[in-house]
């Protein structure tokens, strides 16, 4: 079944699925009243879908299933890798660390939420209230936190629009007991509490920055939840596996791996592998790389020449072997 959604970004980055088809004459920068399963919260229209309901269900049941997996599938891949060049210890911290403390968020991306109304000047004023006092809390919070002598970072508070909870985020390296400082919180601000648990890429979004290629942290620009990040992407986009090369400011893979990587997968799917035998200029030859953004092979031949060629250049024999008579680049 076929049904049109708004994608309403609320609370910062994040970025749902809507209802809006009960909602007259909605459209997009309106300004809305939402309800997520943690509360009622303010947020903006990007842009209206069409999407097949029942393709979005199969998706989050894989979803479900990929997840369950991850861990034995990420461990695969650091033994694969193995053979062809060796990791770093440090590089294995950074994937133990991006399985160990992945964080999951309660909203499941491809929940359809509902919207309440258009946001009039009573709760666009409400917001700006709420606005204030979180910041006011924030400061609050962090004294309660220094009281506590708790080991955390404090990163952000949120009032939702009813206020009817008040919510704090933090990242710390442990487990952190916090049970006296809820209830001395809630003594204060009379209304519910909550502190959460982020992780360190949430850390990064919220202070924003430059990335090793010189632009904006895409974590900073491209919204929404964080996918996980594995090493298979680094190696199928041919990057070194290099701590420094990979990792972001927050320490995990880059990612913007995951991003290319749908993309490069399709790119290097109708080209050969590495490692394919070929005969070049009637030499044989071995290839030992691919650039599948400028579809060009590196090919080492069996006197020891590096050259590179056109995809465009390789034949198929009737006997299935692949052939390439050229001149070098």
């Known amino acids: 079944m076929i049904k049109n959604i708004a994608h309403i ?14 909602i007259e004459n909605i459209k997009i920068k309106d300004t809305c009243v939402i309800e997520t399963d943690e509360g009622v919260e303010i947020g903006q229209v990007l842009n209206f879908e069409d999407i097949d309901i029942d393709s979005l269900e199969e998706e989050n049941n894989e979803n479900n299933e990929n997840n ?19 990791i770093s210890e440090e590089l294995k911290d950074i994937v133990a660390a991006e399985e160990n403390n992945h ?9 359809i939420f509902n919207i309440l109304r258009i946001a009039d000047e009573k709760d666009l004023e409400q917001h700006r209230i709420n606005t204030e006092d979180a910041a ?34 933090f990242i710390a390296e442990e487990r952190i007991d916090f ?4 209830k001395d919180l809630a003594a204060h601000f009379k209304t519910r509490i909550e502190l959460r648990q982020i992780g360190v890429r949430d850390e990064a979004r919220s202070i924003g920055g430059c990335g090793i290629c010189g632009r904006e942290l895409c974590c900073k620009v491209i919204k929404g939840k964080f996918e996980t990040i594995t090493i298979k992407m680094a190696k ?5 596996l290099n701590t420094i090369k990979i990792s972001g400011q927050c320490g995990r893979l880059m990612c913007c791996l995951g991003h290319e990587y749908k993309a490069y997968c399709s790119l290097k799917k109708d080209l050969p592998k590495v490692g394919t035998k070929l005969v070049f200029n009637s030499v044989p030859a071995v290839i030992k790389d691919l650039n599948p953004l400028n579809k ?7 006197d020891k020449r590096l050259i590179y060629i056109n995809v465009s250049d390789l034949k198929t024999t009737e006997e299935g072997f692949l052939i390439a008579n050229i001149k070098a680049e």
């Open 9 to 22: 970004k609320f609370r910062g980055s994040n970025i749902g699925k809507f209802e809006h088809l009960h």
């Open 68 to 86: 369950e997996h991850i861990e034995n599938n990420d461990e695969n891949l650091l033994d694969d890798s193995s053979h062809d060049e060796e």
């Open 103 to 111: 964080i999951k968020t309660k909203n499941n991306k491809n929940k």
């Open 136 to 169: 006011e809390a924030f400061k609050i919070c962090k004294e309660k936190v220094n009281n506590h002598n708790l080991d955390l970072k404090l990163i952000s508070s949120y009032y939702f629009l009813d206020r009817a909870k008040l919510l704090f985020e």
């Open 179 to 182: 049970r006296e400082l809820v």
């Open 236 to 240: 199928e986009q041919g990057m070194l």
């Open 296 to 302: 060009k092979l590196l090919i080492e031949t069996e």
